[in-house]
Structure formats: structure tokens, C-alpha cells
């Protein structure tokens, strides 16, 4: 089975508009991590948001929150108020507690209409 | 500060050569991660070494093989080239082996092989 899966290959959000991008992920691990990234057309994978099995409260990063529902296991991705600089790639990942790893998703590209 | 820095940034070889790749992380960040990314595996863990040891390591064959130096940088190596080893190489460096929220990656290194 696969650990992160990103069923969204593309979308596009209208500028100032808010979008979600989803992600669903499967471990058996109590303790793990969820991260978002984001990819834009030079390469470099830029870290935008973490969010911890035993947080309480959802991650916010600025216009970026992470609607975490664990029992779903689902991790979505909230960007608010788009920006066109926002079109990229964008990947959610997963480390488990017992291992050193991440796990990606396939990714979503995201593009902001202006 | 710098951030994660790769060279070289593009590489073509052809099959049956080797190569290597260098990634020198943030200053003080002594673990140090590779991926490899491709549009039909998408990002895929490579190795993960840490105060010059490896720790963790992908499902990858032999010919991938990768060490780090006393200064935390590190190299990868890729023997017999084949056509599937074309991808982005990407490096990702943090302070500690279990930084969960800390992993900074570079620009990465973009190999065709012909």
C-alpha cells in the first residue's frame, strides 16, 4: 500500500482565492510526522509546514494551515489568500517514528490564475 | 547562513559510466539525505548519513552507493549508468539524525544519461 497517497495530479485556484490540496497517508506507526512541500520549477524542494502525530492543534505557517484529522488519516494542505508565486509543485511526505525516512507522494501542481 | 549546496547542477553521462554528486549541507547540520526524483517513481529515499555513517537506506540496487567526509559533506555515487538512473538527485541536510521538522534540501542535480 502505499504511505502517502495524493489523489489531485493538478489544480488551479484563482488568485486570492483559497485552496486545499489534499493528502491521505497509512502507518501502523503511533508516532510520525507529516510535512509539506513545495517544488517550484527550479528544483529546490522548500519546506512549508510540519505537523506532529501527537499535536493537538493543526499547523499554521503563515497563509498555510494543515488540516489534520487523524482518524481519516488525512493531512490537506490549506493555502489562503493564493499568490501567483504559489504555482508549483507541492508534496506531502511522511516520516515514521521507527524509521529514517520519508515517504512522498506523487505531488500536486497547483497553478494560480490571475 | 548558506543553505544546501549541490554540484554539479546538471550532468549528462552515458551508459555504463560513473558519477558522482556532491552536496555540502548547512553549516553544523551533520546528517545528510539523498533522493532521487523522476516522473514515473516520483521522489524516492536513497540513503541517509549521519557523523559519516549511513543510517538508513532506500530500496535501491548496489551501484548506488554514497559516502560522507569529517565536514558533513557528502558524495554519491552511481556506477554502470543506466538509462533509468536520468533524474533529479536531490540532497537534503539536518542538524540531528531525527530533526523531523528541520530537513533543508538543495537545488539538486539534474543527471540524463544517454
Known amino acids: 500500500a502505499q504511505k502517502i497517497t495524493q489523489t489531485q495530479p493538478g489544480m488551479f485556484v484563482q488568485e486570492k482565492e483559497a485552496v486545499t490540496l489534499d493528502c491521505t497517508y497509512d502507518?501502523?506507526?503511533?508516532?510520525?510526522?507529516l510535512f509539506w512541500y513545495k517544488q517550484p520549477s527550479s528544483g529546490e524542494m522548500i519546506f512549508l509546514i510540519y505537523q506532529g502525530s501527537y499535536d493537538q492543534q493543526n499547523a499554521t505557517e503563515g497563509r498555510y494551515s494543515l488540516n489534520f484529522q487523524k482518524a481519516r488519516k488525512s493531512a490537506n494542505l490549506v493555502i489562503s489568500a493564493s499568490q501567483l508565486g504559489d504555482s508549483a509543485m507541492y508534496f506531502c511526505?511522511?516520516?515514521?517514528?521507527?524509521?529514517?525516512?520519508?515517504?512522498f507522494g506523487t505531488g500536486t501542481s497547483l497553478t494560480v490564475i490571475p | 547562513k548558506a543553505g544546501v549546496t549541490q554540484t554539479p547542477r546538471y550532468l549528462i553521462k552515458t551508459r555504463g559510466q560513473q558519477v558522482t554528486l556532491s552536496c555540502s549541507p548547512i553549516?553544523?547540520?551533520?546528517?545528510v539525505s539523498w533522493y532521487q526524483q523522476t516522473p514515473g517513481q516520483g521522489l524516492q529515499f536513497l540513503f541517509e548519513y549521519f557523523s559519516e555513517t549511513q543510517r538508513n537506506k532506500g530500496n535501491f540496487p548496489g551501484r548506488f552507493s554514497g559516502r560522507q567526509f569529517s565536514n558533513s559533506r557528502s558524495e554519491m555515487n552511481v556506477s554502470t549508468l543506466e538509462l533509468g538512473d536520468s533524474a533529479l538527485y536531490l540532497c537534503?541536510?539536518?542538524?540531528?539524525?531525527?530533526?523531523?521538522?528541520?530537513?533543508?534540501f538543495g537545488p539538486g542535480t539534474r543527471l540524463t544519461v544517454l
Open positions: 502507518t501502523s506507526d503511533p508516532s510520525y510526522g
Open positions: 537534503a541536510s539536518s542538524l540531528k539524525q531525527d530533526s523531523w521538522n528541520e530537513q533543508f
Open positions: 511526505a511522511m516520516r515514521e517514528g521507527t524509521g529514517n525516512q520519508f515517504y
Open positions: 553549516s553544523g547540520h551533520r546528517s
